[in-house]
């Protein structure tokens, strides 16, 4: 019996769904150029009427340069019935567990 060594497994350079050779190549990239490292995030929120508001999400800045999403992300907010609201959306405090399940899923995967 022969023990697998890295020359014999065909490791896939896609697994759930992270380009792992891109991933790599970018991790290197950074540590190169530190700089390049630094992002800066947006979001515009509106008010709409009550406790209702309405963020928007689209352009961010890293890598040296301005990108702009495939899409413009919405989401609104809201508090529910319960607190005289109209329910419109998730409660900040729940969007707030939602970019923190997000962030925990994205760095399990």
């Known amino acids: ?4 060594t ?3 497994i065909d490791v896939p350079s896609v697994d759930n769904g992270i380009d792992l050779d891109a991933l790599l190549e ?11 490292a630094a992002f800066v995030w947006t979001a515009t ?3 709409v009427n009550g406790t209702h508001s309405r963020t928007t999400i689209e352009p961010y800045y890293g890598l040296g340069e301005h990108h702009q999403h ?3 992300f919405v ?6 019935q319960t607190f005289a609201s109209e329910d419109n959306g998730a409660t900040p405090t729940e ?6 399940a997000g962030c925990l899923t ?3 995967a």
């Open 1 to 4: 019996m022969t023990t697998p």
């Open 6 to 8: 890295t020359e014999t």
């Open 26 to 36: 970018a991790r290197e990239a950074l540590t190169a150029d530190p700089a390049a």
């Open 45 to 47: 929120c509106e008010w």
């Open 70 to 72: 495939r899409q413009a």
């Open 75 to 80: 989401i609104d907010g809201d508090h529910p």
């Open 95 to 100: 969007i707030a567990l939602a970019a923190l």
């Open 106 to 108: 994205a760095g399990v």
